[in-house]
């Protein structure tokens, strides 16, 4: 069984920046993805950013592209994402997600089985 998480959020204005943090329990198989998603009240659950965990590759929404930044930390097992120049549209729900296989490219939603709570990110203006 695998656990998620997240820690980090919070309130922040416009412009500023934060880091989520995800930590990940239990036994992952040897190959996974791990992703970041959020939803806003209303809308649907959109993917921000996955990572392979084998070779770090990186995939981004168009949306966050040169803002955010996914990494994760092997020896510690957790994920994070540090965000900057944050904007009122990126006020939302912020999920982590695993995959038990590879990166899509695509952080499709269906692909990931496992969840954690989330945490709200809120950016005033």
């Known amino acids: 069984q695998v656990r998620l998480v997240e820690s980090g959020g919070g309130s922040v204005e416009s412009g500023g920046s934060q880091v989520l943090s995800c930590e990940v329990y239990?036994?992952?198989?040897?190959?996974?993805?791990l992703a970041w998603f959020r939803q806003d009240v209303g809308k649907e659950r959109e993917g921000v950013a996955e990572?392979?965990?084998?070779?770090?590759?990186?995939y981004y929404h168009q949306s966050v592209k040169g803002r955010f930044t996914i990494s994760l930390d092997n020896a510690r097992n957790t994920l994070y994402l540090q965000m900057k120049s944050l904007k009122p549209e990126d006020t939302a729900m912020y999920y982590c997600a695993a995959n038990p296989s590879f990166c899509s490219g695509l952080i499709r939603l269906p692909d990931f089985r496992y969840w954690g709570q989330g945490t709200q990110v809120t950016v005033s203006s």
């Open positions: 990572i392979y965990h084998g070779g770090g590759n990186t």
């Open positions: 239990g036994n992952m198989p040897t190959r996974f993805c």
